[in-house]
T-cell receptor, first 112, second 118 residues
Framework: AQKVTQAQTEISVVEKEDVTLDCVYETRDTTYYLFWYKQPPSGELVFLIRRNSFDEQNEISGRYSWNFQKSTSSFNFTITASQVVDSAVYFCALRQFNKLSFGAGTTVTVRA | DTEVTQTPKHLVMGMTNKKSLKCEQHMGHRAMYWYKQKAKKPPELMFVYSYEKLSINESVPSRFSPECPNSSLLNLHLHALQPEDSALYLC?????????????????FGPGTRLTVL
């Protein structure tokens, strides 16, 4: 069975602080795909990144960075120098074939 | 065009009404999905269409009836809903990996329809 755990329910920071969101996954597959999505108050899920199980390179995109570690089954997400527009619910997800298993989500609130 | 559109944005209906939710994408994706999301919960998969054929039904009650008239459109027909069916309904689409027929690529989501059942 597949499972994604996001242990942090809510995180509140002041603007310009860094925020790290934890994601731990469980799967028996040797090939799998991990994703992060952002859901702002408007409701739309915005795709942020996909990571394949055979590619352990970390990635940086602007103020966003991701740390993928197969040894600990973790795929953590860091927002550097947070901004108010980063306030949203962030979901980590694991994909097997055409099914996405989402974590419970972490609500990030960035205060001005 | 990397957009998935959904109509209507909001819908209020009585338990005896019949209504439909619509989803459209023009990215050439051949897999389309319906999700249901309750407040403060992650999305839950309801249906998956692959090449316009229903490939997954996650034991959804028959009062929800999906339809995929062509590769760009996905409908969700609603009939005799219950108040507990009130939720955000999200549509998504993705590419399908040609060789295996299983979509490994990222799903793109629409803005959702907020449904209230009275």
């Amino acid at each position: 069975a597949q499972k994604v755990t996001q242990a942090q329910t809510e995180i509140s920071v002041v603007e310009k602080e860094d925020v790290t969101l934890d994601c731990v996954y469980e799967t028996r597959d040797t090939t799998y795909y991990l994703f992060w999505y952002k859901q702002p108050p408007s409701g739309e899920l915005v795709f942020l990144i996909r990571r394949n199980s055979f590619d352990e390179q970390n990635e940086i995109s602007g103020r966003y960075s991701w740390n993928f570690q197969k040894s600990t089954s973790s795929f953590n997400f860091t927002i550097t120098a947070s901004q108010v527009v980063d306030s949203a619910v962030y979901f980590c997800a694991l994909r097997q074939f055409n099914k996405l298993s989402f974590g419970a989500g972490t609500t990030v609130t960035v205060r001005a | 065009d990397t957009e998935v559109t959904q109509t209507p944005k909001h819908l209020v209906m009585g338990m005896t009404n019949k209504k439909s939710l619509k989803c459209e994408q023009h990215m050439g994706h051949r897999a389309m999905y319906w999700y249901k999301q309750k407040a403060k919960k992650p999305p839950e998969l309801m249906f998956v269409y692959s090449y316009e054929k229903l490939s997954i039904n996650e034991s959804v009650p028959s009062r929800f009836s999906p339809e995929c008239p062509n590769s760009s459109l996905l409908n969700l027909h609603l009939h005799a809903l219950q108040p507990e069916d009130s939720a955000l309904y999200l549509c998504a689409s993705s590419q399908v990996t040609p060789v295996t027929g299983s979509p490994y690529n990222e799903q793109f989501f629409g803005p959702g329809t907020r449904l209230t059942v009275l």
